[in-house]
């Protein structure tokens, strides 16, 4: 199923707000200006502020000021989280997170760190992820697609500075995915460790329809539920992070794997969570996709490989890297921008 996108329009502007306590006064600034407690969509429906997850959507994730955000998607309101850290005129940079089980735009806490504090990131939560609105609809590669440009639109600024996009993991082929329609507004695209298949297509070599029934299945009430708890189950998850994810098993503590299960557990979670594991969010069934993408690239493409990927997952970027206009590489696997974030915060900021 397509998906249909009107403007972004956010609940509150909080404009560059920022304090200490930005978490606490956030949420206070949102409670105490919603007035009547009703709030009219783009769309032109009338959306409930109870509706909304407050105290879990305006948490802090990258050490910045959190917004909500309203998008029509398939036919139906969702509420996206968006976050701002650094000065308004700065360099812009918007940071993709990388779609998983697990997916948030905290992995880039450490790379917003190690950042010139003079740059202004963005980074924001894919719908059915994060803590952005997980409501049960189709989840595709083009319906995401069609969120990135609303976003762009609502960061476009009146100097007209170009937009410098980082996008990790398999969010790489959603932002390449618009390369004729929104590069020459870009400085750059920086993507790390990208892949443009889910788990099971990269594991079987076959196409995401083959797993149509593995959605179908996940999607069922009763079933569903079951088979995605069992699915993310700390043991499971530990499995999947260390193999494919992080490098360092230090890592993998009781409080990160519990921190991990909370993210993945959230109300609504398997819609996209299986979507993307079962290849209903890749953008194409092989390469050749993503290598015509780059030949209708208005910037440069700087591609970041992940020395320890999966073979599979590693011989797809170093396809994509003949292509590139500049390579790096680092030491990491699927997660290197998490786990490695300071060191490709320098990497990317090297000449």
């Not at 109870?50 to 509420?79: A, K, Y």
């Not at 788990?199 to 179908?216: D, H, I």
Request: aromatic residues 6%; glycine residues 6%.
């Amino acid at each position: 199923m397509g998906a249909t996108l009107e403007p972004i329009r956010p609940l509150q502007p909080w404009g560059a707000f920022r304090s200490r306590d930005a978490d606490r006064e956030v949420r206070q600034i949102f409670a105490t200006s919603i007035g009547s407690n009703r709030l009219q969509s783009k769309a032109g429906t009338i959306q409930s502020a109870d509706d909304i997850d407050v105290t879990m959507s305006l948490h802090s994730r990258i050490g910045g000021v959190p917004e909500n955000l309203q998008i029509n998607l398939n036919g139906r309101d969702v509420r996206i989280t968006l976050e701002r850290r650094g000065p308004e005129n700065g360099d812009l940079w918007l940071l993709l997170p990388a779609l998983s089980t697990v997916s948030s735009r905290g992995e880039w806490h450490e790379f917003a760190d190690a950042m010139d504090e003079h740059c202004q990131l963005v980074s924001f939560d894919w719908p059915g992820f994060g803590d952005s609105e997980r409501p049960a609809i189709a989840y595709d590669a083009n319906a995401l697609r069609q969120v990135l440009p609303a976003i762009l639109r609502h960061l476009d600024r009146a100097d007209q500075a170009k937009i410098n996009v980082v996008a990790a993991g398999h969010s790489a082929p959603i932002a390449l995915g618009l390369a004729e329609q929104c590069s020459r507004h870009w400085a750059q695209i920086v993507v790390v460790a990208p892949t443009f298949r889910g788990p099971l297509p990269t594991m079987t070599g076959r196409s995401g329809k083959s797993f149509n029934w593995v959605r179908q299945l996940v999607e069922l009430p009763l079933v569903g539920p079951l088979l995605y708890r069992l699915n993310t189950s700390r043991p499971i998850l530990k499995l999947m992070l260390r193999r494919h994810v992080w490098v360092n098993r230090n890592l993998l503590t009781p409080e990160r794997l519990r921190e991990q299960q909370n993210i993945s557990r959230q109300p609504g979670a398997r819609f996209a969570s299986v979507a993307f594991v079962s290849g209903g969010l890749d953008a194409a069934s092989d390469s050749r996709w993503w290598l015509a993408q780059t030949q209708k690239l208005q910037c440069p493409l700087h591609v970041v490989l992940a020395n320890e990927a999966p073979p599979r997952s590693k011989q797809e970027m170093l396809t994509l890297a003949d292509k590139a206009d500049r390579v790096s590489d680092i030491d990491g696997r699927l997660g290197l921008h998490e786990e490695f974030g300071r060191l490709l915060a320098q990497t990317i900021s090297a000449s």
